[in-house]
């Protein structure tokens, strides 16, 4: 078996201090991957957040963060619960409704990358992850795109509700909020050879299991993990660690996963990503 070759970053966002804190009153948690980064903010009313970046990006609203976006000649309002993936190019984020803003950037967001909590657990690049590669472009061309999560059901008959959205470099799951707990007896450990996930907990709590692969040589060997969170909070997986996921306590759980580049397994389930049709997949020729 292949060797786990970096630590898991667990980044526990409710003890921990920002990245960054702006005279605006706004404060920034960012955690890197491999591919992506992830900046959860604290913003209050008013602030405003621009970007110029040369690439496709997400923003995530919970329920209650309200927003006006622009990029181009679009604008766009939202009362919270909702997905953006803004298109490369200059955006405006004005916050109408003080609250937690999610914005996932692939690796090509450098600035960030170097103010990620964890930036020196990649300063070798993390060579056991497949780089980005862009999917094709979408259709009708780049621009702003909304996705109302109030009124989006999940096509998952698994009782974890997944609701799967791709862009051209990054690919966002958001579960459902779950008001039950998950079944200890029916967890599902499993790894990836090549890519890195991302766990987001937003609400609730929760127990990360990880479990690193043995190699013939011990010293390398790292114990067994099971971390407890409560939210938000990151969870980075490395590439070929076993993992599953565990919410606990009571009350509702919120988790998100995050991945770069998109997964081909969930985009070759017909009907699984609920925007495939304005995302194509890259040819198989």
């Known amino acids: 078996?292949?060797?786990?070759?970096?630590?898991?970053?667990?980044?526990?966002?409710?003890?921990?201090?920002?990245?960054?804190?702006?005279?605006?009153?706004?404060?920034?948690?960012?955690?890197?991957?491999?591919?992506?980064?992830?900046?959860?903010?604290?913003?209050?009313?008013?602030?405003?957040?621009?970007?110029?970046?040369?690439d496709e990006w997400m923003l995530?609203?919970?329920?209650?963060?309200?927003?006006?976006?622009?990029?181009?000649?679009?604008?766009?309002d939202s009362k919270g619960e909702s997905l953006f993936i803004i298109p490369p190019g200059e955006s405006r984020i004005?916050?109408?409704?003080?609250?937690?803003l999610v914005r996932v950037f692939s690796s090509k967001a450098a600035d960030l990358l170097k103010a990620a909590t964890n930036a020196a657990t990649y300063a070798d690049g993390a060579p056991e992850v497949k780089p980005i590669t862009p999917w094709p472009d979408p259709v009708g061309g780049f621009r702003l795109r909304h996705y109302d999560l109030s009124k989006i059901e999940s096509p998952d008959p698994h009782p974890l509700k997944m609701r799967v959205f791709r862009s051209t470099n990054l690919m966002i799951n958001i579960f459902k909020p779950?008001?039950?707990?998950?079944?200890?007896?029916?967890?599902?450990?499993?790894?990836?050879?090549?890519?890195?996930?991302?766990?987001?907990a937003l609400q609730g709590s929760f127990v990360h299991h990880l479990r690193y692969p043995w190699t013939p040589d011990k010293t390398h060997w790292r114990a067994d993990e099971h971390e407890r969170y409560e939210s938000p909070s990151v969870l980075v997986i490395p590439?070929?660690?076993?993992?599953?996921?565990?919410d606990i306590g009571e009350?509702?759980?919120?988790?998100?996963?995050?991945?770069?580049?998109?997964?081909?397994?969930?985009?070759?389930?017909?009907?699984?990503?609920?925007?495939?049709?304005?995302?194509p997949v890259p040819?198989?020729?």
């Open 239 to 246: 590439a070929r660690v076993i993992h599953t996921t565990q």
């Open 1 to 54: 078996m292949n060797e786990a070759l970096r630590p898991a970053t667990h980044a526990r966002h409710y003890t921990e201090p920002p990245q960054r804190t702006e005279p605006d009153g706004s404060r920034h948690w960012i955690t890197r991957a491999a591919n992506f980064v992830t900046v959860v903010s604290q913003a209050p009313s008013g602030v405003v957040l621009e970007r110029d970046n040369p």
């Open 94 to 100: 004005t916050v109408r409704k003080a609250g937690t």
């Open 251 to 279: 009350g509702t759980t919120w988790l998100i996963d995050i991945f770069a580049p998109p997964r081909m397994d969930f985009s070759s389930k017909p009907g699984f990503v609920l925007n495939a049709a304005e995302y």
């Open 60 to 76: 995530l609203l919970p329920p209650g963060t309200q927003v006006t976006v622009e990029a181009g000649d679009e604008t766009i």
């Open 178 to 200: 779950w008001t039950t707990r998950r079944d200890e007896r029916k967890l599902s450990p499993h790894s990836h050879e090549d890519f890195e996930q991302m766990s987001l």
């Open 283 to 285: 040819s198989r020729n």
